[in-house]
C-alpha cells in the first residue's frame, strides 16, 4: 500500500534578501510519513546573517513602519483572501507528512483564518496610526501642565519565528500575522521535517506580492549564527520541544544585552470530567468524543492535544471503555483517503520517539488499550502509531505520567478523590498550555478558575450547552491566547492585539500634554 | 569633619518563617560612608531555602489570596499611613549612606508615595474581588453559547525581591506594593551596603502587624541556595548591575521550568536639549538645572541618572559652562546638613568603581569640570566624589561613552548635528531606562517618539510650561512603567495595575457563559 497520490520531488529553497537559494550540498533529504521515499530536499550552506538582518530592518522594517496599523491590517486581509484560493494545492502536499484531509483545515485553513481575525482585530482594535496608545492618560500634576501617557510603538528590528513541524501553515501564520501588524518584519526558520510545505505557502505569500520588499524570508535549513548577530531590538519565538528551547534561550543570553524571546513548548495537557458529570450521558459522549480528538487529530502531534484524563475512581473503567470503543471504530491509514480518520506520523524518528516516551510511562501505567486497534495497523508501511491508552492508578506517585510527553496518540486515565485531588492532578504537569473541564457547575468551574488558572495558559470548560459551537480543547483561537507557564515555556502568542504588543515596545511618555498627542 | 549624629551600632537581622535571625559569623562589617567608621553588621549562616519558601506559599500565600485586591489595597494604604509617622528615623540613619535628607525625601518618602498610590490603583481599577478580567468577553461563536474572557489569577508562588543598594525603603516598598495587590508574599533581599536603612523600615512593617503573616520575610546577607528551590509559580526581580543580572537570569535557566525573571538595570540614560531652544532662555535653564540635578541627587548613584547630554555645538560650550557654574555653587559635604547639596557616594568601592569607570570615558572625552568644585572635596574623609563633567567631540567613534557607566556625579556632553543624529545618539545607549528632551516642537516630539521610544522605557519631555509640575527626569512615576528595553534589563516595574499583572497569571477562559462569570 502506498499514498494514494504522485510522489512529488520537492526542492525547499531559501528565501533570502528577496532571492531564492536552492538547496545544494548542504541539503537534507525529507522522507514521505507515509511511503517512506525521499520526496523533498531543504537546506543550503547560503546563510549570510548580514545580508538577512540588512533586508529586513533596512528595507522592511522601514516599509512596515511607514504604514498604519490599518493598512498592515488590509495587507493581512489580502493575503488571507489570496492564500484562501491556493488551499487545494498545500493539502495534497500535506498528505505526505501524514496529515489527513481534516489535519490539514486546521493547520491551513486555520491559519487563513488566523489572518483574517488579525486583519479585523487590526481594523477595529488598533488606530489608524503607527503609535499605539495604552491605557488613559494619568494625570501626574494638580494644574495638568505635565501628564502621563503609555504608547507601544514598532520596534526597529527584526521578528525570527523558529516553528515546530506539526503546523507548517498555521505555525507561520499565526506569528506572522501580529508581526506584520506590530510593523515588523520577520525571518521564518520551518522545521525541516514539514518544510517543503511551508515553503510552498511561503512561495505563495512572495509571488502574491501583498507584504512590502524585506518583510518576509525563509530559512530551509540551518540558522547557523544568525541568533549571535541579533540585538535587544529584535524579538525570538520558538515553538517545540522544552530541550531546543532552552538551547536557544541561554544561546541569547550570552551578552548583557536582553533579546526578548517567547517560547511556546509542547506541555503536559488535561482533561478533567467534573465530578457532576454521569456516565452515559450526553456530557461524558462530549467528554469522550474530546478525548477521541485530541489523540487522533495530527496522529496526536499538537502541543495542545489531551497527554492526561482525569476521573472519578467509579467512572474511570467506564470511561476507558467508551474511549475504547470509539478508537477502535477509526480508520487509520492513508491520510489522503477521505475515508481515512487518522493518518501518520511525521516520520519513524517521532515514532521512535513516542514508543520510547511511551515505555517510560508504561512503567507507571498499564496498557488499556483496545487490542483491535493494533491489528489494524500490521500491514501499513510509513510512520503509522495506533493510538495508547494508559490507566495510572496511583497519579500521585507517578511524576514521570506528568512530565513525559509522548508527542504521538497517547493518552493516560487517571483518578481523583475529590476537586481538591483534580485540581492538584492538573497542576502537576508544572505548566501546561490547555486544561479542559467537562461539567455543568459554575462553583467547580470558579474553583478550577481559582487553583488551576495560574498553572495554565487556556482552561476550556464545555457541555452540552456549549459543545455544539465549542471550538475544541486542542485548538488555540486567534482571540484567546496561547502559551502557558513553566513547562509550556513561559510564553504568550495571540489573544489579538495582545500578540501584537509582544512585537512592540511599551514606553511611559511623561511632559506637556500638547507634545504628547500622537 | 565626621557626621554631625551618633553612630549607630545596628545589628541587620533577618526575619525568615516568621522569627527574626540576628547577624552571626557569617556576618558583614558595613562602614558608614561619611566617617568610615563600622556602624552596622549584616548576614548569618541560617537561610533554610525549605523553611523560608513553607512560610511564603503555605502560611502567606493563602491568607493573601483570600483577601480581595480592595482588601489588599487597603492594606497598603494603613501601611503607608504608619510608615509616614516613622519617616525621621530612617533619614537619620540613611545619613550613614551618604544620603541628604532630600536625598532621602525621594527614597523614604518617595517608597511610602508608591504604597498610596498602589492603594488607591487598587480600589479604583481593580475589583472587589480575587480574579482579575483583562478586557472584553470574546464571542468565539454565533448563537454565543460559548464564549470566551481572559482573567488574571494571583500565582501560588513567592516573589523574590533582590534589590539595589541606592535606594534602600523605594527599591523594597515600589517591588512590594504591585506584589501584596496581586496576592503574593514577597521575599526581600537588600543590597548589603545599605540593608540597615531596609532592615529598619522593614522592622516597621513587621511591627505594624498590618500584613498578615507570611506576606513578607528579609533576607539580610546571602540568599545562599534559596534560587535553586524555585518553581514556575514564582517570580525573580531584580535591581542593579547588568552583570549581576546575566549572572542570576542564567542560573534560572538551568532546568526546563521557565521561572518569569525581571531585571531592571543600571543604563545610559539620555538628556537632549532641542534645537528649538536657545541658549539663555527660561527653557535653556530648565535644562541645565535637570543635567545639574541628576548628576548631584544621590551623588548621581540613580539607575535614572543622565548620563549623557546632548545638544547642537553651537550652544555646548555655553551648557558646560552654565553646567559648572551650577555645580561649582554647589555645597558637597556632610549629607546630615541642611546646607549641604550632595552627599557622599556609598562606599570607597563604589567612588573606586566610578573613578575606573571615568577613567575609561577619558579616554574619548576631555574632562571639562571646573577647577573649583575639586578643591572643595580635598579635606573631607569618607567617599565624596566630585562631579565630573565630560566633553566628547566625536561621540560617533566613542563607543565607550555610550556604554561604560560610572554610577556616580559623571556625565558627558556631546553635540549632535541634526535631530535624526540625535535621536541615533539617544539609542546608543543600546536599551536605557529614561530619555529627556527639552522642547516646545510637537513634531520633534513625535518624531522622538517613532525614532527613540522602542529603545526607552521611559521619554520624558519639558519645558518651560509643564517644569512647575514636572517630576523629573530621574524619578520613576508609580503610575508609569520603569524599566527599559536592551541594556536597562528588559522588565517594567510599575505603571500601575501593569505592575500587578507582572505578579499574576494571565489565562484564557473558553466555555458556556454560566460558567464564565467570576
Redesign the interface.
Known amino acids: 500500500m502506498h499514498i494514494n497520490k504522485a510522489i512529488p520531488d520537492a526542492i525547499v529553497s531559501s528565501y533570502l534578501g528577496g532571492q531564492w537559494y536552492a538547496p545544494d550540498d548542504g541539503a537534507t533529504a525529507i522522507k514521505s510519513a507515509v511511503t517512506g521515499e525521499v520526496i523533498a530536499h531543504a537546506g543550503h550552506n547560503a546563510c549570510d546573517a548580514d545580508l538577512i538582518l540588512n533586508y529586513a530592518k533596512k528595507v522592511g522594517g522601514p516599509e512596515l513602519?511607514s504604514l498604519t496599523f490599518h493598512d498592515r491590517a488590509k495587507l493581512l486581509k489580502h493575503l488571507a483572501l489570496y492564500l484562501s484560493e491556493h488551499t487545494a494545492a498545500l493539502t495534497e502536499l500535506a498528505f505526505h507528512s501524514g496529515a489527513t484531509r481534516s489535519d490539514s483545515k486546521i493547520d491551513i485553513d486555520g491559519g487563513i483564518a488566523t489572518l483574517f481575525v488579525f486583519a479585523s482585530k487590526g481594523r477595529r482594535e488598533m488606530p489608524d496610526e503607527?503609535?499605539f496608545p495604552d491605557?488613559d492618560m494619568?494625570q501626574?500634576?494638580?494644574?495638568g501642565?505635565?501628564v502621563?501617557q503609555?504608547?507601544y510603538?514598532?520596534?526597529?528590528g527584526v521578528a525570527v519565528h523558529i516553528n515546530a513541524f506539526n503546523f507548517p501553515v498555521w505555525g507561520m501564520l499565526e506569528k506572522l500575522a501580529p508581526t506584520i501588524l506590530s510593523g515588523m518584519p520577520a525571518i521564518i526558520k520551518p522545521a525541516t521535517a514539514t518544510s517543503y510545505i511551508t515553503e510552498a505557502c511561503f512561495r505563495l505569500i512572495v509571488d502574491s506580492g501583498i507584504l512590502p520588499p524585506g518583510s518576509v524570508q525563509l530559512i530551509a535549513g540551518r540558522t547557523h549564527t544568525l541568533t549571535d548577530h541579533l540585538?535587544?531590538?529584535d524579538v525570538v519565538t520558538f515553538t517545540g520541544s522544552?530541550?531546543t528551547?532552552?538551547i536557544i534561550?541561554?544561546s541569547l543570553?550570552v551578552s548583557?544585552?536582553?533579546?526578548?524571546f517567547t517560547?511556546e513548548?509542547d506541555s503536559l495537557n488535561a482533561t478533567l470530567l467534573g465530578s457532576d458529570i454521569e456516565p452515559d450521558t450526553v456530557d461524558f459522549e462530549i467528554f469522550v468524543n474530546e478525548v477521541v480528538k485530541e489523540m487522533t487529530t495530527k496522529a496526536g502531534q499538537k502541543c495542545t492535544a489531551i497527554r492526561r484524563i482525569m476521573a472519578p475512581p467509579a467512572i474511570s473503567r467506564h470511561l476507558i471503555e467508551a474511549i475504547n470503543a470509539k478508537l477502535a471504530d477509526l480508520t487509520i491509514g492513508d491520510p489522503s483517503l477521505d475515508s481515512t480518520d487518522m493518518g501518520a506520523l511525521v516520520s519513524d524518528r517521532q515514532r521512535n520517539d513516542v514508543l520510547a516516551v511511551s515505555q517510560q510511562i508504561e512503567k507507571h501505567a498499564a496498557n488499556v488499550s483496545h487490542p483491535k486497534i493494533t491489528e489494524t495497523l500490521r500491514d501499513l508501511p510509513g510512520a503509522y502509531l495506533c493510538p495508547i491508552l494508559y490507566w495510572c492508578e496511583d497519579p500521585d506517585h507517578a511524576s514521570d505520567i506528568h512530565q513525559l510527553e509522548a508527542f504521538g496518540p497517547v493518552a493516560t486515565v487517571m483518578p481523583y478523590r475529590n476537586m481538591t485531588h483534580a485540581f492538584e492532578l492538573l497542576n502537576r504537569g508544572?505548566?501546561s498550555l490547555v486544561a479542559s473541564i467537562v461539567?455543568?457547575d459554575?462553583e467547580l468551574?470558579?474553583e478550577a478558575?481559582?487553583h488551576s488558572?495560574?498553572?495554565?495558559?487556556?482552561?476550556?470548560?464545555?457541555?452540552h450547552?456549549?459543545s455544539?459551537?465549542?471550538?475544541g480543547h486542542g485548538s488555540p483561537?486567534p482571540?484567546?491566547?496561547?502559551g502557558g507557564?513553566?513547562?509550556a515555556?513561559?510564553g504568550?502568542e495571540l489573544?489579538?492585539v495582545?500578540a501584537v504588543k509582544h512585537y512592540?515596545?511599551?514606553?511611559?511618555?511623561?511632559?506637556?500634554p500638547?507634545?504628547?498627542?500622537?
Chains 1, 2 share one sequence.
Not at 455544539?468 to 471550538?471: F, K, L, Q, S, V
Open positions: 513602519r503607527t503609535i491605557g494619568e501626574l500634576s494638580r494644574k501642565t505635565f502621563g503609555h504608547v510603538t514598532s520596534r526597529p540585538t535587544p531590538q522544552a530541550q528551547a532552552g534561550r541561554n543570553n548583557d544585552l536582553t533579546i526578548p517560547a513548548q508544572q505548566g461539567t455543568h459554575p468551574a470558579r478558575v481559582l488558572a495560574p498553572w495554565h495558559g487556556r482552561l476550556y470548560f464545555n457541555n450547552l456549549s455544539a459551537e465549542a471550538t483561537m482571540h484567546m491566547v496561547h507557564p513553566g513547562r515555556g513561559g504568550e489573544g489579538g495582545r512592540m515596545q511599551r514606553t511611559a511618555l511623561q511632559g506637556p500638547d507634545l504628547l498627542q500622537p
